[in-house]
T-cell receptor, first 117, second 113 residues
Framework: NAGVTQTPKFRVLKTGQSMTLLCAQD?????MYWYRQDPGMGLRLIHY???????AKGEVPDGYNVSRLKKQNFLLGLESAAPSQTSVYFC????????????????FGAGSRLTVL | DQQVKQNSPSLSVQEGRISILNCDYT??????FLWYKKYPAEGPTFLISISSIKDKNEDGRFTVFLNKSAKHLSLHIVPSQPGDSAVYFC????????????FGSGTRLSIRP
């Protein structure tokens, strides 16, 4: 049981280049998320999806696009990378209300470290 | 505007003692609060959660306390062990917006021998 898998794990881009981060989950989760982690900022939500074919903006969506064509996959795209997008990106998934307290409990991938020069 | 705040970036505790990590929030609409633990080069993993209708939830060495009037929660680890050294994130969500989970900035806990 792989859980949440992110590819690639590391990538270096030049300003203006484009790339796509892939997230795959094998837990049949409805919800999927993309977060970025920056020093002193914690985890900030970029985009999320509550089901196949749906996407929505999070806290910091500018400069990113996403797609959820299949339930198990959630893609994060950078059309024209900027140095401000240097970060560690985490994908997560869950089914709502599955935590023992009723909370959403996220399962995270191991992260993708992106550097934009 | 940070809705979930962890004001201590780091904490050092001696092995065997109690570790107390704190978190404050501003949004009274939050229904659930969670703690996640993160080791280097790994994704965060869920540790413990509490509903806003409770004031305490315990799971082994980990206890989360919620003070709604003060909009404050804390995570107690007793006794602290070397494997507890990690970054701890506090998170909160509202039932009305279950897909939006807001995280704090994290506290790095170091357990010294």
């Amino acid at each position: 049981n792989a859980g949440v898998t992110q590819t690639p794990k590391f990538r270096v881009l030049k300003t203006g280049q484009s790339m796509t981060l892939l997230c795959a989950q094998d837990m049949n989760h409805e919800y999927m998320y993309w977060y970025r982690q920056d020093p002193g900022m914690g985890l900030r939500l970029i985009h999320y999806s509550v089901g196949e074919g749906t996407t929505a903006k999070g806290e910091v969506p500018d400069g990113y696009n996403v797609s959820r064509l299949k339930k198990q996959n959630f893609l994060l795209g950078l059309e024209s990378a900027a140095p401000s997008q240097t970060s560690v990106y985490f994908c997560a998934s869950d089914n709502p209300g599955q935590g023992s307290s009723g909370a959403n409990v996220l399962t995270f991938g191991a992260g993708s470290r992106l550097t934009v020069l | 505007d940070q809705q979930v705040k962890q004001n201590s970036p780091s904490l050092s505790v001696q092995e065997g003692r109690i570790s107390i990590l704190n978190c404050d929030y501003t949004n009274s609409m939050f229904d659930y609060f969670l703690w996640y633990k993160k080791y280097p080069a790994e994704g965060p993993t869920f540790l413990i959660s509490i509903s806003s209708i409770k004031d305490k939830n315990e799971d082994g060495r980990f206890t989360v306390f919620l003070n709604k009037s003060a909009k404050h929660l804390s995570l107690h680890i007793v006794p602290s062990q070397p494997g507890d050294s990690a970054v701890y994130f506090c998170a909160a969500s509202a039932r009305s917006s279950a897909s939006k989970i807001i995280f704090g900035s994290g506290t790095r806990l170091s357990i010294r021998p």
